[in-house]
């Protein structure tokens, strides 16, 4: 009796570990000639359970600090990857620094940077070609999601055109991006259309990437009929989305709104909870996900 309890509970034991092991990364090579010597762009590929697949997938892309350290997930990327893993979808997050020999261009002025938004645009270009390509991933059910730097390149993403035309590469299901930079946008009015439908989110104490000009930019679009959006926290600052964050200045970052002054981060749980309930929503409507929103969350 002892013995068949004992093997009752290794049984239980050993479920629930596998129910809790984590995802392990797929690494993979994605075809980029216009990439350096190795025209390869890394990337890192991640698929929900079988069970639970809605053919949905999403292309994640790191701010200006990678996609972490020792390229494993920071606490932001890896949250999010597992959200979207939870609700079916599948996650590829290419490695724009790394596969150019980068760790991080954080602390690197602008003016300095050597990996443009044209060349994480294209990185994004050959990302959408290679995941089209993929058993299972219905290529009308494509998010393009981005954090800060990564937030800029859905902006250039959905504005970048070919001939005045934007590259089917480039139009996506939705398109996220959590406080990108919004200046060049904001500057330049002939930016009429998107190619993709946009939410944008962000603290409206960001002191790294104003919100202003975000504001500005979406109500142009909006103006013109394009499907955008965005929500501004009351005194949330840059990152507020990471779930490991803690409030600090960063004195190692030139590119802030004040130069010299640094920027500041700091998680907002609030505002991170509702953002990603937005976000449940929009997926849910799409009929993207494989979970059910919380009652009450807002697209």
Known sequence: ???????????????????????????????????????????????????????????????????????????RHAAAKDWLLERGIAVVFPESFTSRSFEEVCTVKMSARTIRQIDRVEDVMATRKWLDAQPGVDAKKVVLWGWSNGGSTVLNALTHRVEGEFPAELKF????????????????????????????????????????????????????????????YPGAYHDFDNPAGKLRV??????????GKGVTVAPDPKAREDAMARIDALLAKRGFSAKTPAAGAKP
């Open 250 to 259: 960063r004195a190692d970052v030139p590119n802030g709104v004040v130069a």
């Open 173 to 232: 299901a939705e398109a996220i991006a959590f406080y990108p930079g919004c200046s060049p946008q904001a500057r330049n009015t002939s930016l009429q259309k998107i190619s993709s439908p946009l939410t944008v989110l962000m603290g409206e104490a960001d002191d790294w990437t104003p919100a202003a000009p975000c504001a500005a930019f979406v109500a142009r679009l909006k103006n013109n009929e394009q499907p955008a959006t965005i929500t501004l």
């Open 1 to 75: 009796m002892k013995i068949r309890k004992h093997i009752r509970r290794s049984v239980v034991a050993t479920i629930t570990l596998a129910l809790l092991a984590p995802v392990h990364a797929e690494i993979v090579k994605i075809p980029a000639p216009h990439i350096g010597e190795n025209k390869t762009l890394r990337a890192q590929w991640f698929t929900p359970d079988a069970k639970i697949a809605t053919g949905a997938a999403a292309i994640l892309l790191h701010g200006c600090g990678g996609v972490g350290a020792r390229r494993e997930l920071n606490a």
